[in-house]
């Protein structure tokens, strides 16, 4: 069991430890690298994140949704992907599990997620 995951933490990517913290019910943007002939280009996708999959950092995976056009659009996105130029979270979920298929079946008002707030500490007591 030691040799695997010394074989995992050598085949870890850096760039994957460079992603922001995210979970299931955030609001995220994705940049891909698109290569269209000889030319390579950056597509973003943003979507809320319904699931992450995976134990192991080599087989994880995130799935994104968003509705373009009134159809609904999910993306399987590996987290080693060499396709990722970066990911920037947008927004934070408040959501109380760990996949949100639910949201499949919700239109409209009905499949916004609340957003979690963050007080600001006073300077005073950040200073401490």
């Known amino acids: 069991m030691d040799l695997i995951n010394v074989v ?3 085949f870890a990517n850096e760039r994957v430890a460079s992603y922001p913290a995210f979970k299931a019910g955030d609001t995220i943007t994705v940049t891909f690298r698109i290569k269209e002939g000889d030319k390579e280009r950056l597509q973003n996708f ?3 994140v319904i699931q992450i999959k995976g ?9 994104i949704r968003k509705v373009s056009g009134g159809v609904g659009v999910e993306r399987i996105v590996p987290f080693q992907s060499p396709m990722i130029d970066s990911i920037e979270v947008n927004k934070v979920g408040k959501v109380r599990r760990a996949r949100i298929f639910y949201l499949r079946d ?3 008002k009905k499949a916004r997620i609340k957003e979690k707030k963050f007080s600001a500490k006073p300077a005073a007591e950040a200073a401490e």
């Open 106 to 108: 919700l239109a409209g």
């Open 46 to 48: 943003r979507g809320v």
């Open 55 to 63: 134990g192991s950092p080599a087989t994880r995976t995130f799935t």
């Open 8 to 10: 995992d933490q050598a």
